[in-house]
């Protein structure tokens, strides 16, 4: 090196030191904000760089802030190393951003051509990477001058050289690469229509949350189909969540590019155009594959992407990348689902295997089934073979995002995405951490934080955007575990009194909102309890304007509703408790389980018992009794009913106690108590009537109708369930709608009106479909599968009844299935399946005595009788009819008794006594023709078919 040249060197280099010192910059920090390595900027500073790249200078002096005349004096100070007279006379300096010109001709002093390492400060090619984090130098002769499509147009210039360049730099497969193969088969036939084959660019966007496995994916994927693009796979690494590092710039990028595929480094085109074009040229017609990892942006990526045909680009990025050119392919990847979790973690940790699956399963979920978590337990795990599964889990439970190998933890994961955030940015996603649930919308969001709805869905459209969050449903989001847990823990060095104020906000909006569903849901509307209102009433809520909008909202807010309950339980709030618990009232009724559902309104009694809340607790006990009903508990349901009516009365609620005696008429009539039954819906009704109160009234009118149709009252059921209906048509009421058409759907098909109860039976069914209520629907097909058998479609009746009892016994109702089970055995029965319908029957005669529903034993009593007398037992066919007949006299259920006496009649005939038959069955038809049944009919003809006389051995009771 002259003397001359070396001066230079120590000039530029003591330049460089001064600017950043005057900066206040360690050269760490320097390299941090110039995307350069600190040894770049150590060897720059010292002089050692003989020939720092323009990119390089300009790096450095948008890290240093300098601009006007004192950037020039600095570029040309580094230029005049770039570029000596003696090696390039005539040339050109590059100051700014402009383009370095060089002459064609080189002189007979030319220095020797540099390596590329020797002569750049930032080797474009060191992106290129044979790990994700290691550098990779393509060093590579330089070959002849060529021609080059970027020609600067102001004068000749130096063709770029060629080099071969590298051809192939994909890191190593992951070993234990697990699952995603439908991500895999979908890229891979995606490009079956493009790359490889002369179509376009394939390109494929993977994108998903830290930790989710995105690059593994698209190494997975680039081993497996390198062969079909043999020109070249590359790999390169853009750094956009890289710790300590910058996002690699675009010029940077295409500068490791071009030099890969053989362009020599010092003819690079300074502009972003010019190099982008030169990519392109030299990727034209090659068939290669291209891994662009952890991008920043779709402006980092595009000018990447070839512009022939016959290539495949795999982009990895936890971001959206929503404006790439051409038809990009979105790939969202998900954490694994739990067996390939567990996969995973076998594979990685070998010696694991004879541990329990139980074990196995806990430490998938303890890790969120993330790949990232689930890598990093299995590492542990061979680290420590001396530790058991579950000394593993324990760890795993105390300390799972601090969990490390080297330098990776879950945490870290997390912590460089949340450092890429603004401030307020930041608070808003710890804010979500407080969130008691896991799905989360702008409402919510706006309450925690206390802005508005719009700057809320603003946020976590960023967040979303940023791999932090999930799409969960329209503008509703979701919190992986982990992430969520790491929120939390930042948001544990925020004030005390802040993150208490956040969480209250939250709860008084779901309070708020979830009470206007109640009111639209009940019905029966509770009269409210000075608990039920928050004490500030929140900013903003959704408009719920009917029951169906107020159903979809507490559906989808099921998850964060009960959380929050289960919150405020935890946290002993006793009057959020009561509130919350009778909000969520109607979507427990609706959806249940009701096993929960009577464990939470148990603790909503309690804790306004301890409040010495009356109304509230009458409230809960009335909650409590309605569940008890649809589980089966018919004596637990009567006393919870009887002392919140007690309670009403003491309180002089007069609307309370109408909502008691309609749940009370309901239970009796169930019980077979007829008459207390209808002395309650009278009393009900006349006060629902004196309040005004058209939704109290359209309930009490469904239970009396359904009373009176057991009774035989047709016409009156038809009437009381007619305006039942009208009433819910009003409301906009799709529940009650369905529930009055399924009754008068029964009345319909008790008189004989087949078409007409399956009119209101379908509709029923489609309205129920609407709403998603499985209850609803399991009761409309128990009536629409017993008409269509008694139509004669068998088939369509079997598939009905079956479908209710699944739906019946998903849920849990006992009442359900026992209302099933008796239909199902008549279908079973009728086809020739006798011993299916013995099971059928046996079981639905258990249930209904269990729970104890009179007039549903004594219609499956009826049913026995008549399968025991098809199958030759009269003895035990006459038995069972014989029961049903004194507990349908018993509970005054006419149907059934004229069922049981026409039963007893054909065992008669069948055993050859004559009068005695013909006694039974003209008895069994007076009493349905007296009740307006459709069966008078048949028994009728019956009778006409028997002859006169015959042996007598007595009359059926």
């Not at 300098?66 to 770039?82: D, I, N, Q, S, T």
């Amino acid at each position: 090196m002259s003397a001359e040249r070396s001066r230079n060197h120590e000039a530029f280099g003591t330049e460089l030191r001064a600017g950043r010192l005057a900066a206040g910059l360690s050269q760490e920090e320097l390299a941090g904000r110039s995307g350069m390595s600190v040894r770049a900027i150590s060897d720059l500073e010292r002089g050692r760089t003989r020939w720092p790249h323009p990119d390089s200078v300009d790096r450095v002096a948008d890290a240093l802030g300098l601009g006007g005349a004192r950037r020039a004096e600095f570029v040309a100070l580094a230029a005049r190393r770039l570029a000596p007279a003696a090696a390039l006379p005539g040339a050109g300096a590059r100051t700014g951003h402009g383009t370095r010109q060089q002459s064609a001709a080189v002189g007979a002093h030319e220095e020797p051509r540099r390596r590329p390492d020797e002569e750049l400060a930032v080797d474009p090619g060191s992106e290129l990477t044979a790990a994700p984090q290691r550098g990779l130098r393509p060093a590579f002769p330089v070959a002849a001058a060529g021609n080059t499509a970027a020609a600067n147009e102001t004068g000749p210039q130096a063709a770029p050289h060629s080099a071969p360049g590298v051809r192939y730099s994909l890191p190593p497969d992951t070993a234990a690469f697990t699952g995603r193969q439908v991500e895999l088969d979908r890229i891979a036939a995606a490009i079956a229509g493009t790359a490889g084959i002369g179509g376009g660019v394939a390109i494929h966007v993977i994108s998903g949350m830290p930790g989710v496995g995105k690059t593994a994916l698209a190494l997975h994927a680039a081993h497996v189909l390198k062969d079909r693009f043999p020109d070249r796979q590359l790999f390169l690494s853009l750094h956009a969540h890289t710790p300590g590092r910058l996002p690699v710039t675009p010029e940077a990028a295409l500068a490791g590019l071009l030099t890969a595929v053989g362009v020599d480094a010092r003819y690079l085109p300074g502009d972003l155009d010019g190099r982008a074009a030169l990519w392109r040229d030299r990727m034209a017609g090659q068939q290669a594959l291209l891994v662009l990892d952890s991008a920043a942006s779709s402006a980092q990526v595009a000018p990447l992407l070839p512009g022939g045909e016959g290539c495949l680009v795999l982009v990895t990025s936890r971001r959206h990348l929503g404006d790439l050119p051409g038809a990009a392919t979105p790939v969202l990847l998900e954490t694994l689902p739990p067996q390939e979790a567990q996969e995973m973690f076998r594979r990685l940790a070998p010696h694991a295997a004879d541990g329990s699956p139980e074990t196995v399963a806990e430490l998938a979920e303890l890790a969120g089934f993330l790949p990232l978590a689930v890598s990093l337990l299995a590492r542990a795990c061979a680290w420590h073979p001396s530790w058991t599964l579950a000394d593993l889990a324990a760890e795993t439970r105390a300390r799972m995002l601090t969990l490390a190998a080297e330098n990776d933890s879950v945490g870290a994961a997390f912590e460089v995405s949340y450092r890429h955030l603004d401030q307020g940015r930041q608070e808003f996603f710890r804010r979500l951490g407080l969130h008691p649930g896991t799905i989360i919308d702008s409402y919510a969001a706006a309450a925690l934080v206390g802005g508005g709805v719009a700057e809320a869905s603003r946020q976590l459209d960023a967040l979303h955007g940023e791999g932090l969050l999930t799409e969960a449903g329209h503008r509703r989001y979701e919190m992986h575990d982990l992430i969520r847990r790491y929120a939390r823990d930042l948001a544990a060095a925020d004030p005390p009194v802040t993150r208490e104020q956040a969480l209250e906000r939250l709860l008084d909006y779901y309070q708020h909102a979830a009470a206007r569903a109640k009111t639209l849901l009940a019905r029966q509307a509770r009269p409210t309890s000075p608990a039920d209102s928050p004490p500030t009433p929140p900013a903003a809520v959704p408009a719920l304007t009917d029951s169906t909008q107020a159903l979809a909202w507490v559906r989808a807010e099921r998850g964060s509703l009960l959380a929050c309950l289960d919150h405020a339980t935890a946290a002993g709030q006793h009057a959020r408790i009561v509130a919350l618990t009778a909000a969520i009232a109607a979507l427990l009724r609706h959806d249940g389980p009701w096993t929960s559902a009577i464990t939470r309104h148990t603790t909503a009694v309690a804790a306004a018992r301890h409040l010495g809340d009356r109304l509230g607790q009458a409230n809960a006990l009335a909650d409590l009794g309605d569940v008890r009903r649809m589980t089966g508990d018919y004596r637990g349901a009567a006393e919870a009913l009887q002392e919140a009516l007690g309670i009403f009365r003491e309180v002089g609620s007069r609307q309370g106690q109408a909502d008691a005696l309609t749940g009370l008429g309901v239970v009796r009539r169930l019980t077979g108590d007829y008459r207390g039954a209808a002395e309650a819906l009278e009393e009900a009704l006349g006060i629902y009537r004196a309040a005004g109160h058209r939704l109290g009234q359209a309930d009490a009118l469904i239970s009396r109708g359904s009373l009176w149709r057991l009774t035989g009252d047709y016409g009156g059921a038809a009437e009381a369930l007619e305006g039942a209906l009208g009433i819910y048509r009003a409301a906009g009421h799709g529940v009650g709608q369905a529930d009055a058409l399924i009754s008068l759907g029964k009345v319909r098909r008790m008189t004989g009106d087949y078409g007409g109860a399956a009119v209101a039976l379908e509709e029923a069914l489609g309205i129920s479909r609407d709403i998603d209520s499985r209850l609803a629907r399991a009761d409309a097909l128990i009536p629409l599968g017993i008409v269509r058998r008694m139509t004669g479609d068998y088939g369509g009746a079997a598939e009905a009844l079956e479908e209710a009892l699944g739906i019946s016994r998903d849920i849990g109702s006992r009442q359900g299935q026992a209302g099933v089970l008796g239909p199902l055995g008549v279908v079973r029965r009728m086809t020739g399946d006798y011993r299916g319908a013995a099971e059928a029957l046996e079981e639905a005669l258990a249930i209904t005595r269990d729970i104890g529903d009179r007039g549903g034993e004594a219609e499956v009593l009826n049913e026995t009788g008549t399968l025991k007398r098809l199958c030759g037992d009269l003895d035990h066919a006459a038995e069972y009819h014989r029961q049903a007949l004194a507990l349908a006299r018993e509970i005054a259920s006419p149907q059934d008794e004229a069922h049981a006496l026409a039963g007893l009649g054909r065992c008669a005939l069948a055993d050859g006594r004559i009068a005695d038959a013909i006694a039974g069955l003209r008895q069994a038809r007076d009493i349905f023709r007296s009740i307006g049944a459709a069966e008078a009919a048949d028994v009728a003809a019956e009778l006409d078919s028997i002859p006169a006389t015959g042996p007598a051995t007595g009359s059926p009771p």
